[in-house]
Structures are given as C-alpha cells and as structure tokens.
C-alpha cells in the first residue's frame, strides 16, 4: 500500500538533500535513490509492473523502463488495474520555462510521456509554468511568456499528437475552473504544512508561498491532475484518474496535490518518477557515481538541442568524465570502471540497441575498446538525436503553437 511520507521533503543538512529546487548528495557523494524511496514513501518500480505494460499495451517497453531510468512510482499499479477494467486516464507533465533552449535532460520527461500516450492511447495536459519562473528566476512577464513558448516548440517537436495534447502557460489559462481548484486547495493548506514540505523561510516572498497551489494542479497541490480543472477536456468526468511522469525531485509536490485530493472529492494522482540526468563532469564530483542533475546553469555540464554537431564533440571529448584507466597498458589490463564513466550512462539513456550496448559495456569495461571509442559512438548518437530534433523543431510554426495551446475539447482523446 502507497503511504505518502509526511514529514520535510529535506532530511536536515547533514544528508543529501532532494526537492524541486535543490538536489545535493551528502558529503558530495552519490544519491541513494533506495533512500530517497523509503523518505518519501514511494515504491520501486519492477519488472512485474514493466512486464505488466508490455502485456497490456502489446508494445516494447521504452528504454527508460527497460533499463531503470524511471524507478520509482505511486499508485501506477491502481492505474494499470483501471486501465486493464477499460477505464481511461489521463497523462500530465509540465515544464519550468527559464531558458531560451533545452538540454537533453529537460527532453526525457517528454521523451517517455511521449511513450506513454502513444502506448496507453490516451490525452495530456503540459503545463508550462511561466508565472513561477517569473518569481523564481526574477524574469519580466513578457520574458516568461517568450520563453514558454519557445518552450513548447521544443516540447512539440518531441512529436505529440495535437488530437490527444493540451498545452497550457499559467499566464494564459488560469481562471475559471482551474482557479476555483487553486482557491479549495489553498484553504486545505496551512503555512506550517507549506514551510515544511517546500522548506520556505521568512526570507522568502510571499509569491513563493502562492505558488505551489497553483502547481498543485501542475505539480504540488492539485490542480492540473483534477480533471475538473478541464472543463473544455474532461466535461463530466470527474473521477478520471491522472499519471504523471516526472523526476523524482517532484515528489514532494505531488505528496501535498495527493493530501488535499480525497478532501477534495477527486482521485490522488498517480507518479511514476526518474532519476537524475548526470552532468557531463558528474563523476568528477565523486568516484562514487552521479552526485545530482545536469545543470542549465554551467553551458559545457550539458548537452543542449540548439549544439552544433562540432559543439557536441567537443563538449564530450573534453568534459564527458571517463572511467577508462589513464593509460592505455592499465587500460587493456583492468578496463574502464562503467560505475562512473559518463559516456556510458549517456549510452544508456539514449542508445536504443540493447544489445550493442551491453556489447559495449563488456568490451569496454573488460578492457578491449578504448575510451575513445565509446566517445566516438556516443557523439554519434546525441548528433544524430539532436539533429532530429533541431529539424523537428524547426518545422513548428507559431500557427502550431496556437493549435495545441487552444483551449477546445479533443474528440479523439482516448482512441
């Protein structure tokens, strides 16, 4: 049975620290993904469930299934018993508008939402959330609104179906029914509950405060994962479940959104959460393993989809941290440490094959393919990636911007 852990979203300064604005590792180690699990009163996600999507959705399970990148989960079991009785649900995910471009990390999300729609046949929300990094990012609102649109450019051309996909910005769609569910929320939190799950202070400013209300239905509290909250979408389904893919430094959101949802009259929305996209120079950090999530801030931690094909070479030539030894003699004798080694957990984010990838990883960390090589073939891949995304991307009009940010009902939403 899913409990949803009570208590801050932060263990105190000593441990590692995981919430939607900070992710550090003790000690600046490695982060312990089994305790973030029991913290925040999660399951892990196993091979019966994935197996259980495969039987349902007579499909391969996606490579962020398949090798362990979305891990943990909330309630995705109860869905998959809905869905198998021939009860629908619906998928919500959303993005923080902050930067002109995205990097591979922010892709993922969408990449497996993607997935999911496709598979379980079913419609989205994205929210893109341009009033909290107005506040959070000190940007203007005019910024905010550019930069979410620019946005959904990037999240349209990771290929979602326009029949089956609402894309909304706070600036533009809240009101009506969504703020109603905003107001029933926040009068079902009190401050000390708000201060303790997202850490706020008596330094922060009020704005800070009212933002998770609204995310609530984005992420926090509730009101994007309430199907009320769509009216023009969901007219007389209020108990439609929601599943929403995220990182698993969302969590915390989610635990106050499933709170306040059975007071409330409607379903707790259903996680099924990832882990950390490493920072090309993660393991420099440590020789224990990734210590946190690539950064927008650093230009040379990340691969960005606006990268030239030179810029993607040479960021992971020079900054990709290598377990391979430092000569190539030692090399050949002990081979790479795949545990640290940077280019390999790219590999198996984004190589698809899973057979040239666990030939890669047995040549390599037995000591027979060089460094070098596995470089080579990991500049393949992301080039090629981000070469299709760029052409995608390139082909989104504003005129199709305009089409998925309508507000209109989806006819063909669930066939």
Same mark, same amino acid.
């Given at each position: $049975? ?19 604005? %900070? ?13 973030? +699990? ?32 979305? #891990? ?38 969408? /990449? ?28 203007? *609102?005019?910024?905010? &609104? ?35 569910? /905003? ?30 209300? *609204? ?10 994962? #309430? ?22 430094? &969302? ?29 090309? &120079?993660?393991? +420099? ?8 999530? $690539? ?32 000569? +190539? ?39 027979? $393919? ?16 981000? %070469?299709?995304?760029? /052409? ?12 998925? $940010? ?7 939403? #669930?066939?």
């Amino acid at each position: $049975m899913d409990v949803d852990k009570k208590d801050s979203i932060a263990s105190d300064s000593s441990e590692q620290v995981v919430n939607p604005w %900070e992710v550090a590792a003790k000690d600046g180690g490695k982060i312990d993904y089994d305790k973030l +699990i029991d913290q925040f009163g999660c399951q892990r996600l196993d091979d019966s469930l994935i197996d259980r999507v495969q039987r349902l959705t007579s499909r391969q399970p996606h490579v962020f299934l398949r090798r362990g990148v979305f #891990f943990a989960h909330r309630d995705f079991n109860d869905v998959l018993d809905a869905y198998e009785r021939g009860d629908k649900f619906y998928l919500y995910t959303g993005r923080g508008p902050s930067s002109e471009a995205l990097h591979l990390g922010h892709l993922i999300p969408f /990449m497996f939402t993607k997935y999911l729609q496709e598979a379980f046949k079913v419609p989205l929300v994205i929210q893109l959330t341009d009033d909290e990094k107005c506040m959070w990012k000190n940007l203007s *609102v005019e910024e905010s &609104q550019r930069l979410a649109r620019e946005n959904a450019k990037d999240i349209i051309a990771c290929g979602f179906d326009v029949t089956k996909t609402f894309i909304f910005s706070d600036f533009d769609y809240v009101g009506g029914a969504f703020y109603k569910n /905003m107001v029933k929320v926040a009068k079902c939190v009190t401050l000390n509950k708000a201060m303790g799950i997202f850490g706020f202070s008596g330094e922060d400013h009020i704005g800070k405060l009212s933002f998770p209300p *609204v995310q609530a239905c984005l992420s926090v509290p509730a009101v994007p994962s #309430f199907p009320s909250s769509f009216p023009h979408l969901f007219p007389g389904k209020d108990k439609l479940r929601c599943l929403i893919p995220c990182a698993i430094d &969302q969590d915390p959101y989610f635990r106050m959104t499933r709170d306040v949802a059975p007071r409330l009259g409607y379903s707790k929305p259903a996680l099924i959460e990832s882990s950390f996209f490493p920072a090309l &120079q993660a393991s +420099i950090l440590s020789l224990l393993g990734e210590n946190g999530k $690539m950064s927008a801030s650093d230009p040379n931690s990340a691969i960005y989809v606006t990268d030239t094909a030179k810029e993607i070479k040479n960021k992971i030539n020079r900054y990709a941290f290598s377990g391979g030894q430092d000569s +190539i003699e030692k090399h050949r004798e002990i081979g790479a440490n795949l545990e640290v080694d940077i280019p390999v957990k790219y590999l198996s984010f984004f190589l698809d094959d899973d057979t040239e990838l666990e030939h890669i990883k047995k040549e390599y960390g037995e000591g027979r $393919m060089l460094t070098g090589e596995v470089k080579k073939r990991l500049t393949e891949v992301l080039t090629e990636m981000v %070469e299709r995304h760029r /052409m995608a991307r390139a082909a989104v009009t504003d005129e199709m911007v305009d089409a998925f $940010m309508a507000v209109r009902p989806l006819p063909s939403m #669930f066939e």
